[in-house]
């Protein structure tokens, strides 16, 4: 299965003009449970993180993908229902997020094995044409990062 990953949705671009805390975010394949495949995947963005109060707005560059909450150290977001057509057919899909964050790169909050960020993304098909990929299946990324700085 080709994964509907962010970085396949979203341009992968930096803008320090855009407000937020900022993390270089690694991403690795965890679990395939679309097609029973393995979850080989990695890659690298960098994301944005806006803070209003306990309400927070995820971004890669300009490109925001998923609000959320914050509570201590922890946040967790979701998406919006993302389509994109494969082989001819279209598979609708939504991102589910949390993560251990360390926000300024202090002592405060320690995610551990020395990140910043230590969280899970899971893609869910909300929908599918394809008769290979069931509505339901989830395909799960491990996230890690370091954090890189806040831009007022």
């Known amino acids: 299965m080709r994964v509907p990953l962010l970085a396949l949705v979203l341009v ?12 270089n975010i690694a991403i690795q394949g965890d679990a395939d449970e679309c097609t ?10 960098e994301y944005r993180v806006v803070f209003d109060g306990n309400d927070i707005t995820m971004a890669v560059a300009t490109d925001e993908f998923a ?15 993302w389509e994109d057509t494969r082989e001819g057919f279209d598979i609708r899909w939504q991102i589910q997020g949390s993560a251990t964050v360390n926000v300024g790169g202090g002592k405060s909050c320690q995610p551990g094995n020395g990140t910043d960020w230590d ?3 899971t893609f869910e098909v909300v929908s599918s044409e394809d008769p290979d990929i069931s509505p339901g299946c989830q395909y799960t990324l491990k996230l890690s990062g370091k954090y890189v700085e806040e831009v007022k």
């Open 67 to 81: 609000t959320g909450s914050t509570n201590g150290c922890s946040i967790v977001y979701e998406s919006v229902i």
């Open 12 to 23: 992968g671009c930096t803008n320090a003009d855009l407000k937020g805390h900022y993390w």
């Open 36 to 45: 029973g495949g393995n979850a080989q995947y990695n890659d690298k963005l």
């Open 119 to 121: 969280g899970t993304e």
